[in-house]
């Protein structure tokens, strides 16, 4: 995505924002407002989030690619890369492939 599509970025402020959302599923009792707005607009389909993969919990799955979004606390997102990179390396190729 190259730009943000604003209208797209409004209505994921709304839903999250708007509603009184369940705080049922792996990964959100402590999740953010910021967080849950930015995962909504990558991905509005619930479907495809907070799928575990391996011992952890991705916040969107789709097509065999993996979003993780980190707005804090960055060093809890060791875990997960050392998990999700393998999966990517194999999708995609080496770093030093043309596909990054």
Known sequence: ??????KR??????????????????????????HAI????????????EIPIENYVADIYR??????????QFNRMRGKLQAFLPRLIK???SYGSEAF
């Open 1 to 6: 995505m190259d730009h943000m599509d604003q």
């Open 38 to 49: 930015f995962k909504d607009y990558y991905e509005p389909d619930e479907d495809h989030q």
């Open 63 to 72: 097509d065999g690619e993996i979003i993780e979004i980190q707005t804090r």
């Open 91 to 93: 999708k995609y190729g």
């Open 9 to 34: 970025f409004e209505e994921a402020k709304r839903k999250i924002i708007g509603v009184d959302r369940q705080r049922l599923g792996i990964g959100t009792l402590s999740e953010k407002t910021v």
